[in-house]
């Protein structure tokens, strides 16, 4: 029965990837609320916390950014309460990046994503071309709201800063 739960949590996650890209934004979050469930149930925080990312995206994707954050934060907690998975640990950094750009708070945005990219570089888990797109086009507003100076300048701090920090920043300066 446990194998039954997962096979429909995953395929209900699946179908959400499927409804998000086909741009049925709506479809897609109720079928990864479905699945978010069915993998509580199953006992599986490791998907119920990328499953929590994928709902913050979808939340900015339609301009709610404090929702974005609060499931970004939630996700941050699954991670940290799974030993600190690390390539969650990024994606959650890499939302409050981009929920930060989408309230024009550029500084936090760019940090963030610093952070976010030092982490990954360290555990050597890359973005996907499609996902590095993504997050360039995010940011891109708090990028043009810096200087070159000021950007490398709060990028180098992101990078810089340990993980723990990071978690600690993001969370404490969320909106």
């Known amino acids: ?12 996650r699946h179908l959400g990837d499927i409804a998000r890209d086909r741009g ?42 404090s929702r974005a954050t609060e499931l970004f934060r939630q996700a941050m907690e699954a991670c940290q309460q799974l030993g600190g998975q690390k390539r969650g640990l990024a994606r ?14 550029a500084k936090r945005a760019i940090t963030l994503a610093g952070a976010a990219e030092a982490l990954r570089n360290t555990i050597g888990a890359r973005l996907t071309p499609l996902e590095q ?4 086009a995010g940011l891109e507003r708090a990028r043009a709201a810096m200087t070159a100076a000021e ?11 340990p993980v723990e920090d990071a978690i600690e920043y993001a969370i404490a300066t969320a909106g």
């Open 24 to 65: 049925d934004a709506s479809q897609a979050e109720s079928l990864y609320r479905e699945s978010l469930e069915a993998f509580h149930q199953h006992g599986d925080p490791w998907s119920a916390g990328g499953l929590l990312i994928d709902l913050g995206m979808l939340a900015l994707g339609t301009g709610d950014a």
């Open 92 to 105: 959650a950094l890499e939302g409050f990046a981009l929920a930060a750009a989408h309230t024009g708070d």
């Open 151 to 161: 950007r490398t300048s709060v990028w180098n701090e992101g990078w810089s800063m």
């Open 1 to 12: 029965m446990a194998v039954l739960s997962a096979i429909v949590a995953w395929s209900l």
């Open 133 to 136: 797109r993504k997050v360039t």
